[in-house]
């Protein structure tokens, strides 16, 4: 059941940009993390530009922090985060989907945000990873790392071990 | 909640609270749903035609209709609604949701286990990326009306008599313990039983909501024995203070193990219930489900439910699962969220071109229901 609230071409755009490394661009110029908000008028998924992330602003030091200031604790966003972790065979970066929707948030928005998680999943074919972030207590690595696999599977999250 | 009479020529209803409340003779007391589905489809009509004329006070034609339905609803009951909304009422657009997936999505939760104990049933039913996952639906009678019917046999038990206050004229006050002085109205109509138990279980729920308690750790005597006691009067004028009571009712909820009639089936507990439904879903989305699980529905607000819940449930959980409960502190959220999920949905606008519009029920017929409203 959606909420039929579009999706932006700029939403689109930049998930091809965040997930295919394109040749040519620098590595420090991709992105770590698309942040995306409801419009204005309610009507459709845009991209907050405020809140993204490239590469080379987020650095190598407390990398998930960075990441986690980005997403505010009294309104709802979605975010695609370009998570580089170890796992028993290799290196691997891979999307996780992020839905925030904090208990202070307004009902409104929340029930906006949950509804239209599905449409905007849709137009993101291969999302493997999805992160339900609603309390305080979400927001720690263990919950990242449960979700890509567990303990078992992920040695070391933005080289930081687990 | 509707009253009937039968006359000779047919039947008329009378609705709403206050009409409720008025003793008449000969007025049975029914309810249109059964199970959480539409059973009595006239008595139902008869509510939405007072709705429209008492309430909304417009014609029906002129406002499109959401409606939340229990996510155990069989299709034909679906598609029959459809008929009867588009056909009889000429409602121009209409869209059905699943309580429990409103329930979720006012919560900021697409996934997550919805616990909804109300009156006649408390059931889990776990919802994954805003779709209900049928297979996991369990439900158990164990719910508000099972403990009206327990208090009740505890009245019975201490020889109490609860007098509903339309009988009583005036009373006096009396000491605690003391038998009950009060004066019976004179001239009251022969009311119906239905009606009358109706207005015993009132009281019932009143003495319900206000005295018991639910116990953190399961039911132990010892301790029961040295519960503080909660002083209540029936509107008769009886009084007294209720101690171990207070918590022995309510155990049967979690553990049914005792209660008479049962036969000892303790997989009606509401922990098993949680487990059970989590665990009839793939394994993968376990986590996701035990990680949200979301109580509402009215007879959770039993003092003591949920920290009740949460013991069970880190217990008989997977030792490393990580265990979140939500459940809203205001009572109104607690039993309407799923009325308030749908107000926000509707009020959309984004949402009015996923409405059954009626010309789409035209051309697709009542199946179109199955089709736009998964």
């Known amino acids: ?162 | 909640m509707g009253a009937e009479q039968e006359i000779n020529s047919g039947r008329s209803y009378y609705i709403d609270t206050t009409a409720l409340h008025v003793p008449r003779a000969g007025v049975e007391l029914i309810s249109p749903l059964k199970n959480g589905m539409i059973e009595d489809w006239n008595a139902f009509q008869a509510i939405i035609d007072h709705i429209y004329s008492k309430h909304i006070k417009s014609e029906p034609s002129l406002h499109p209709v959401l409606m939340s339905e229990a996510p155990w609803n069989s299709r034909a009951k679906r598609e029959k609604l459809t008929e009867l909304i588009f056909e009889h009422y000429n409602i121009p657009a209409f869209f059905l949701c699943k309580t429990a997936v409103l329930t979720a999505f006012a919560n900021g939760r697409a996934t997550g286990l919805v616990l909804d104990s109300g009156a006649t049933h408390t059931t889990a039913i776990p919802v994954h990326d805003g779709y209900v996952l049928q297979q996991g639906i369990v439900k158990s009678p164990l719910a508000g009306d099972f403990i009206t019917m327990q208090c009740r046999e505890l009245f019975q038990e201490m020889n109490i008599d609860t007098v509903p206050p339309y009988m009583i004229a005036s009373k006096e006050p009396v000491r605690e313990g003391a038998p009950p002085l009060w004066t019976k109205k004179d001239k009251l109509p022969p009311v119906t039983k239905s009606w009358h138990t109706y207005m015993c279980n009132e009281v019932i729920q009143d003495f319900q909501a206000s005295v018991l308690q639910v116990s953190d750790s399961p039911y132990d005597e010892q301790v029961a024995a040295q519960m503080p006691t909660v002083h209540y009067e029936m509107p008769s004028g009886y009084s007294t203070d209720y101690g171990a009571e207070r918590l022995r009712i309510p155990e049967g909820l979690f553990d049914p193990s005792n209660v008479k009639g049962l036969s000892g089936n303790t997989m009606l507990g509401v922990g098993h219930v949680v487990t059970t439904s989590i665990g009839m879903c793939d394994i993968d989305i376990r986590p996701g489900l035990y990680g949200s699980v979301i109580v509402t529905g009215g007879n959770t607000l039993l003092q003591g439910f949920t920290e009740r819940l949460n013991r069970e449930l880190s217990q008989k959980a997977p030792p490393s699962m990580r265990l979140k409960l939500i459940a809203c502190n205001s009572s109104i959220e607690r039993r309407f969220s799923s009325w308030i999920g749908g107000s926000i949905l509707a009020s959309l606008g984004t949402f009015q071109q996923m409405w059954i519009s009626k010309q789409e029920y035209d051309e697709g017929g009542k199946q179109s229901v199955e089709r736009k409203c998964p």
């Open chain 1, 1 to 162: 059941m959606a909420s039929g609230v579009a999706i932006s071409d700029e939403v689109v755009r930049n998930y091809d940009l965040i997930r295919v490394r394109q040749a040519g661009t620098e590595a420090g110029e991709r992105l770590k993390l698309l942040v995306m908000c409801l419009s204005k008028d309610q009507k459709s998924i845009i991209v907050d530009d405020a809140n993204c992330l490239k590469v080379k602003d987020v650095g190598k030091t407390d990398v998930l922090k960075k990441i986690l200031s980005k997403i505010p604790t009294d309104e709802c966003r979605y975010a695609l985060y370009d998570c580089s972790y170890v796992s028993k065979e290799s290196v691997k970066e891979d999307l996780v989907f992020i839905l925030s929707a904090p208990e202070t948030a307004s009902l409104k928005s929340k029930m906006v945000y949950a509804s239209s998680k599905a449409a905007l999943k849709a137009k993101m074919p291969g999302l493997k990873f999805e992160w339900q972030i609603n309390e305080p207590t979400d927001r720690d690595v263990s919950c990242l790392v449960e979700k890509l696999g567990g303990k078992d599977t992920v040695k070391s999250l933005e080289g930081i071990p687990v």
